[in-house]
């Protein structure tokens, strides 16, 4: 079964460029990793501190071999620390999805 993980971010609107700069990195550490990177969003108009990303797996357990590559891949690593240090993200919540069609 087919997953997409549908991250929803709440971040700094002062540091929509550090959040840009972040997402923006993950173009290559997603696949080297294993998984299938949808997107990032950013907000263009109303709320100004939601963001999104969508990474699809074909299935759970890929999710989780995709994490444990991640937090073992030096670049992913990298950009977890930038986050936490520079403090863009004030928080995030994942859902999983499956796709109806």
């Known amino acids: 079964m087919a997953v997409t993980v549908f991250i929803r971010y709440r971040i700094d609107p002062f540091q929509r460029d550090a959040f840009e700069a972040y997402a923006r990195r993950w173009r290559d550490i997603i696949p080297a ?7 990032y969003w950013l907000p263009h108009e109303g709320t100004n501190d939601i963001a999104f990303g969508l990474i699809s797996f074909d299935s759970l357990a890929a999710y989780e071999a995709y994490r ?6 030096p670049a992913g690593a990298a950009n977890f620390r930038t ?5 863009f993200i004030l928080s995030e919540e994942r859902s999983f999805l499956q796709p109806v069609v």
Do not use: I
């Open 68 to 73: 444990a590559r991640l937090r073992a891949d």
């Open 33 to 39: 990793c294993g998984g299938t990177l949808e997107g």
């Open 83 to 87: 986050a936490q240090e520079q403090r």
